[in-house]
């Protein structure tokens, strides 16, 4: 697998967002290519895509790291893993998550943070296998008017 940082959005980008995004989530469409532009020029985050050699290089997963500094330091999360179930079990996940670790420390960030639901077994053996560890924390949610329903 060849874990590549997104420089510039393409059309085959977009393609591959349209038919991953999905597979991540059923409550939230796809980036357009200007949210995608945003994501890939924004110095917070960095965009990494997995491409298959054994399948013309075709895009099969993604991986968005956010970096940001607050006053006790530079933070790092992992959002949005996403590889497609044709490419599962073939190490893509792991991939793209050692990429964006490495990432994060040369950036000097000293610990990365992630959430994931309990229902993605597979995804927390991994992050458990390469890792982290879980936090004992609560999570929060709060819907803005942005996202709330008209009424």
Same mark, same amino acid.
């Given at each position: 697998?060849?874990?590549?940082?997104?420089?510039?959005? +393409?059309?085959?980008?977009?393609?591959?967002?349209?038919?991953?995004?999905?597979?991540?989530?059923?409550?939230?469409?796809?980036?357009? &290519?200007?949210?995608?532009?945003?994501?890939?020029?924004?110095?917070?985050?960095?965009?990494?895509?997995?491409? !298959?050699?054994? &399948?013309?290089?075709?895009?099969?997963? +993604?991986?968005?790291? /956010?970096?940001?500094?607050?006053?006790?330091?530079?933070?790092?999360?992992?959002? !949005?893993?996403?590889?497609? /179930?044709?490419?599962?079990?073939?190490?893509?996940?792991? /991939?793209?998550?050692?990429?964006?670790?490495?990432?994060?420390?040369?950036?000097?960030?000293?610990?990365?943070?992630?959430?994931?639901?309990?229902?993605?077994?597979?995804?927390?053996?991994?992050?458990?296998?390469?890792?982290?560890?879980?936090?004992?924390?609560?999570?929060?949610?709060?819907?803005?008017?942005?996202?709330?329903?008209?009424?």
């Amino acid at each position: 697998m060849n874990i590549v940082e997104v420089t510039e959005v +393409t059309e085959e980008l977009c393609t591959a967002f349209q038919r991953l995004i999905p597979q991540l989530s059923s409550s939230n469409p796809p980036p357009t &290519h200007a949210q995608l532009a945003e994501i890939v020029s924004s110095p917070a985050t960095v965009l990494f895509i997995a491409r !298959d050699p054994d &399948h013309g290089g075709e895009i099969v997963g +993604t991986l968005t790291l /956010a970096l940001f500094r607050i006053p006790t330091g530079l933070r790092a999360w992992i959002e !949005d893993v996403v590889v497609d /179930a044709s490419a599962r079990n073939r190490g893509v996940g792991e /991939a793209l998550n050692q990429a964006a670790l490495r990432r994060a420390a040369a950036r000097g960030a000293s610990t990365v943070d992630l959430t994931s639901r309990p229902s993605r077994a597979a995804a927390n053996r991994l992050y458990q296998r390469i890792g982290f560890t879980r936090r004992d924390t609560n999570v929060y949610r709060y819907e803005t008017t942005a996202r709330r329903p008209a009424g």
